[in-house]
T-cell receptor, first 113, second 110 residues
Framework: DAGITQSPRHKVTETGTPVTLRCHQT?????MYWYRQDPGHGLRLIHY???????DKGEVSDGYSVSRSKTEDFLLTLESATSSQTSVYFC????????????FGPGTRLTVL | GQQLNQSPQSMFIQEGEDVSMNCTSS?????WLWYKQDPGEGPVLLIA?????ELTSNGRLTAQFGITRKDSFLNISASIPSDVGIYFC??????????FGTGTSLTVIP
């Protein structure tokens, strides 16, 4: 257990509405990540953060923004949700040192109608 | 983006059989990670490999970091029903961005 929670766990919304997903960690890790998981694509990186207010884009960042105002929270925002953003979203942390390893949260299932 | 080719895509095996799956990348990795994901859950780390040629076991699971640093293998011995799930390989080709394979879906028939 890496002390990661995600909220909400499930959400249904309509096209064009804003959506914010929250990732919370309790172990003070510097690196946090947002992925989306879709059939046939595995896990794809959306954005990641390497510290408070320090973020960078991943492979599939279009249509998403992130914010990290505190070490423990990493927010993912869909400014105007589209049906193509229906997916399962996972947050992860990097437990570092000499053996960097990622650990995942339980996921958020988002449906955009 | 980085390509991680994982094979096979799916496997159907009898309980008690051994399982092998592998992952290849288009560039050199310094770390290889293997995860298992159950339905409705997040991926759970099974084994981490940090050195070319390294062979690491976790119970009935054994994984190897390929000598070329572009591949890795996961073996499961004497499969049991709870081994059912999707197995992913992953790694960072450099820096702290991780890339994932598309997964191997394992079904164990009792």
């Amino acid at each position: 257990d890496a002390g990661i929670t995600q909220s909400p766990r499930h959400k249904v919304t309509e096209t064009g509405t804003p959506v914010t997903l929250r990732c919370h960690q309790t172990e003070n890790h510097r690196y946090m990540y947002w992925y989306r998981q879709d059939p046939g694509h595995g896990l794809r990186l959306i954005h990641y953060s390497y510290g408070v207010k320090d973020t960078d884009k991943g492979e599939v960042s279009d249509g998403y923004s992130v914010s990290r105002s505190k070490t423990e929270d990493f927010l993912l925002t869909l400014e105007s949700a589209t049906s193509s953003q229906t997916s399962v979203y996972f947050c992860a942390i990097l437990r570092g040192g000499n053996t960097d390893t990622q650990y995942f949260g339980p996921g958020t299932r988002l449906t955009v109608l | 983006g980085q390509q991680l080719n994982q094979s096979p895509q799916s496997m159907f095996i009898q309980e008690g059989e051994d399982v092998s799956m592998n992952c290849t990348s288009s560039s050199i990795f310094n770390t290889w990670l293997w995860y298992k994901q159950d339905p409705g859950e997040g991926p759970v780390l099974l084994i981490a490999l940090y050195k070319a040629g390294e062979l690491t076991s976790n119970g009935r699971l054994t994984a190897q970091f390929g000598i070329t640093r572009k591949d890795s293998f996961l073996n499961i011995s004497a499969s049991i029903p709870s081994d059912v799930g999707i197995y992913f390989c992953a790694g960072p080709p450099g820096g702290n961005q991780f890339y994932f394979g598309t997964g191997t879906s394992l079904t164990v028939i009792p």
